[in-house]
């Protein structure tokens, strides 16, 4: 049974310029959320997705943007980089009002 | 609004020695889970163990335990007879289960180190 899987795992970008994040939930799984965890700190809710829609979003501008397919699985688009953006993006996933969230291993994006 | 605090930015423990890493949280809803992830330098948060803020009994998964005070507003992990592969971030977080939003507070982390 696969878990959550990210990708790309690593990413490089410069500023100015739009990056497109993706994830595949735990199978059975039907939300997925989306971190950012800056370096030394703790992760930072981005949104959450289910039944396709955003259904909760935490404090960040609207260059964030995602989107979830009918297979469950999502993406988390970034545009007009900064170099604040830098950071692990870390996606997770679980049954909606579900106890547990199980994350991915995270796509590390670095912002030139 | 969630907030937790994790006042402990680096703890060190000998191996097979007992280690307790403290979490206090802030919160105004009823119904709340605590929880503790582990992250290794690979990146990956590793679930450990849960909480419910009505569970009588404190939680137990193995070699880790949860020391909740509700009253307190604390829940604290406890890891037994630690290892050298235990040595990573740790991370306490809440999530209001009433909305069922997935929204989840982290704090800070503690960096643990298992000394041989």
């Known amino acids: 049974d696969a878990g959550v899987t990210q990708s790309p795992t690593h990413l490089i970008k410069t500023r100015g310029q739009q990056v497109t994040l993706r994830c595949s939930p735990k199978s059975g799984h039907d939300t997925v959320s989306w971190y950012q965890q800056a370096l030394g700190q703790g992760p930072q809710f981005i949104f959450q997705?289910?039944?396709?829609?955003?259904?909760q979003r935490g404090n960040f501008p609207d260059r964030f943007s995602g989107h979830q397919f009918p297979n469950y699985s999502s993406e988390l688009n970034v545009n007009a980089l900064l170099l604040g953006d830098s950071a692990l993006y870390l996606c997770a996933s679980s049954l909606l009002g579900g106890d547990e969230q199980f994350f991915g291993p995270g796509t590390r994006l670095t912002v030139l | 609004a969630q907030k937790i605090t994790q006042t402990q930015p680096g703890m060190f423990v000998q191996e097979k020695e007992a280690v307790t890493l403290d979490c206090t949280y802030d919160t105004s809803d009823p119904s709340y889970g605590l929880f503790w992830y582990k992250q290794p330098s690979s990146g990956e948060m590793i679930f450990l163990i849960y909480?419910?803020?009505?569970?009588?009994q404190n939680a137990t998964e193995g070699r880790y335990s949860l020391n909740f005070q509700k009253a307190r507003k604390s829940a604290n992990l406890v890891i037994s007879a630690s290892q050298l592969g235990d040595s990573a971030m740790y991370f306490c977080a809440m999530r209001d289960l009433n909305t069922n939003a997935g929204k989840s507070t982290f704090g800070d982390g503690t960096t643990l180190t298992v000394k041989p």
């Open positions: 997705y289910y039944e396709e829609e955003e259904r």
């Open positions: 909480q419910g803020s009505y569970d009588q």
